[in-house]
């Protein structure tokens, strides 16, 4: 059997664990440059409050209702999940984290009469360690576990933890699940789905396995499986990205080339690490940067370039020295940018890198050094070691909008909780 363990609305959760205050009031994270709702409290949702909407059009509502806003705190976030992950990783015989707030364990250690009793108190122990309320789902598939997630999730009943055992349940579960919420159905599957009359999980397990096949290809048999209890999945073995973007809107245009520098080196060390967890290189580094187009009174320029790698790579230095000089070859100077992002692409997996018999780089070194300093900032957050040309120029003026960022509590001891004893 399988355990989805879900934190419930992670980032708002984590500001909530040094704003006990918050309990039971309207909370929301908002996206970069405090734009667009990430991430809402059940109180936010209740309020009518959707995901992805910008902050502008709810203004009204967040002043009437006493909604509190905080911007993107991910040293926060990142260390608040890791600190829930290490728990979960120690009470299973395997485990597979599938994002920051997600991962699958094995629980076939623990008898089966005794599972369900196993989670809650793992969802209790998380709670008290941590402070992150979690939810779990258990079922015989990854997929049908996120489903008993969602459910442990909406309804306090459950005590946190949902289980998917018998046909009974699963039909009855699947029966009032809406098919777009089924992991693996995206948004063009759905439309399909819907077209053929299919609007929830149940309807969709029932049909064929040739329909399935026809109308959704291979991803959608194995779905398809999947809601019938078929374990077929592999997180570790789904597609790959065939691209990784970092973009950014900055708040203040910039012109001045090392204060872009620093933003293009950070964007792309991103990228980097992201091609880094699913293991794989890239062979070309796409860079841009353009003005607003609603500033008529200023010079309009759209900066790109790309580059091709002689050998494919995920090594922050040598992904970061080829997007520094494409940057530098078309950066002209006075022009205000007030957008730039870095794309990876030619994406694939690293064991099928094809070497160049006169490469000069000593690659097995730097893989080396790298996935060092990868544990480095594992283990004492990110950014512990950085390259130069990714350092803040602290005297500048503020690059993104973050009116709402909590302090830094876990991360950096300048933001430590002070209590004062009277």
Not at 120 to 132: A, D, K, N, P, S
Request: hydrophobic share 35%; glycine share 6%; with cysteine.
């Amino acid at each position: 059997m399988y355990a989805l363990a879900d934190c419930n609305n992670f980032f708002v959760s984590c500001e909530r664990v040094f704003r006990p205050d918050l309990e039971g009031k309207p909370v929301v994270v908002l996206s970069g440059n405090d734009g667009c709702v990430v991430s809402r409290s059940n109180e936010a949702k209740a309020l009518g409050i959707k995901m992805g909407v910008p902050l502008y059009q709810i203004k009204a509502l967040v002043e009437k209702e006493g909604v509190v806003c905080f911007s993107s705190n991910f040293s926060l976030y990142g260390d608040l999940s890791d600190r829930v992950m290490s728990i979960l990783r120690k009470h299973t015989s395997r485990f597979e984290q599938y994002s920051i707030d997600e991962c699958f364990i094995n629980i076939d250690h623990v008898p089966v009469a005794q599972q369900k009793a196993y989670c809650e108190e793992l969802v209790r122990y998380i709670r008290r360690g941590v402070g992150i309320p979690v939810s779990i789902g258990i079922a015989s598939s990854k997929t049908l576990a996120k489903v008993a997630s969602k459910y442990a999730k909406k309804y306090a009943g459950y005590h946190g933890v949902c289980e998917i055992r018998t046909e009974e349940q699963r039909q009855k579960a699947l029966s009032t699940f809406e098919i777009g919420d089924v992991w693996g159905i995206g948004r063009r599957a759905k439309a399909k789905l819907e077209n053929a009359g299919i609007t929830t999980a149940l309807q969709f397990a029932d049909k064929s396995a040739a329909f399935a096949r026809n109308l959704l290809h291979k991803p959608g048999l194995l779905t398809w499986q999947e809601l019938r209890g078929q374990d077929v999945i592999d997180i570790t073995e789904l597609p790959m990205k065939q691209t990784v973007t970092t973009s950014r809107t900055f708040l203040t245009a910039i012109s001045d080339l090392t204060l872009l520098e620093e933003q293009i080196a950070n964007f792309c060390a991103h990228c980097a690490r992201q091609l880094r967890t699913q293991k794989s290189v890239a062979q070309q580094v796409y860079v841009y940067a353009q003005t607003s187009s609603y500033r008529t009174d200023i010079e309009q320029h759209y900066l790109s370039e790309l580059v091709t790698l002689p050998v494919a790579s995920s090594n922050n230095q040598e992904l970061i020295s080829y997007a520094l000089a494409a940057l530098r070859r078309a950066y002209r100077p006075n022009v205000l940018y007030k957008k730039a992002g870095v794309v990876l692409m030619k994406i694939i997996p690293e064991n099928a890198v094809v070497q160049d018999l006169f490469d000069a780089k000593d690659r097995s070194k730097d893989q080396r050094l790298q996935r060092a300093l990868d544990h480095i900032d594992d283990r004492h957050g990110k950014r512990s070691i950085i390259l130069g040309s990714q350092i803040r120029n602290t005297t500048a003026e503020p690059v993104y909008k973050t009116e709402h960022k909590s302090p830094l509590y876990t991360t950096d001891l300048r933001d430590i909780i002070r209590v004062n004893g009277k």
